[in-house]
């Protein structure tokens, strides 16, 4: 069974500086990683996916996240925060591309606060 | 292009009631999945379904019921409410082919409160 951790029900970070926000999984096969984003009154759209080809994936609005399986974390990252990623931030987790027939299993989510 | 729509957005229900959440996706997605949020436990998955007439039982599946009788309509129901089941609940869709594969496609939610 996999698992997902985001350390951090919380994250505040001033416009500008660096976004990181932390996910560890655990899998017990090589596993497909996601992180969706969550605007407010809105559902998830998908930032970015990892499935195998390169361990840094680039995602929309300048996110990226870096694979690294020895430390089995999937951590979530922005240079320079702008006020519009004020949002909820999930990590997912799937052993199959596809997400199986079960889904992804998501991380409890990080609210991320941009101050000004 | 709608993507994946969900109905009714908002519902307040009494304890005891029943209602359906009717979730409508036109991508022609195999996979559909109800997923509810509550603050601090992420999403959790209620039931999903593999196909037209197949469904199956998620992390959370008691009080709700599925069906799948057409392939782009996936329905959530609730037989008898519970202040409990007052959440967000998510609909969403994935294919299994072409380039788009892993990716949820969600909804926008139907808050429901149960008093």
């Known amino acids: 069974a996999q698992s997902v951790t985001q350390l951090g029900s919380h994250v505040s970070v001033s416009e500008g500086a660096l976004v990181l926000l932390r996910c560890n999984y655990s899998?017990?096969?090589?596993?497909?990683l996601f992180w969706y984003v969550q605007y407010p009154n809105q559902g998830l759209q998908l930032l970015l996916k990892?499935?195998?080809?390169?361990?840094l994936v680039k995602g929309i609005n300048g996110f990226e996240a870096e694979f690294k399986k020895s430390e089995t974390s999937f951590h979530l990252t922005k240079p320079s925060a702008h006020m519009s990623d004020a949002a909820e931030y999930f990590c997912a987790v799937s052993d199959l591309l596809g997400g199986g027939a079960d889904g992804l299993t998501f991380g409890k989510g990080t609210h991320l606060i941009i101050q000004p | 292009n709608a993507g994946v729509t969900q109905t009714p957005k908002f519902r307040v229900l009494k304890t005891g009631q029943s209602m359906t959440l009717l979730c409508a996706q036109d991508?022609?997605?195999?996979?559909m999945y109800w997923y509810r949020q509550d603050p601090g436990m992420g999403l959790r998955l209620i039931h999903y379904s593999v196909g037209e007439g197949t469904t199956a039982k998620g992390e959370v599946p008691d009080g709700y019921n599925v069906s799948r009788l057409k392939k782009q309509n996936f329905l959530l129901g609730l037989e008898s409410a519970a202040p409990s089941q007052t959440s967000v609940y998510f609909c969403a869709s994935i294919t299994t082919s072409g380039s788009l594969t892993g990716e949820l496609f969600f909804g926008e939610g139907s808050r429901l409160t149960v008093l």
């Open positions: 991508m022609n997605h195999e996979y």
């Open positions: 899998s017990s096969v090589p596993p497909y």
């Open positions: 990892y499935t195998s080809a390169a361990t």
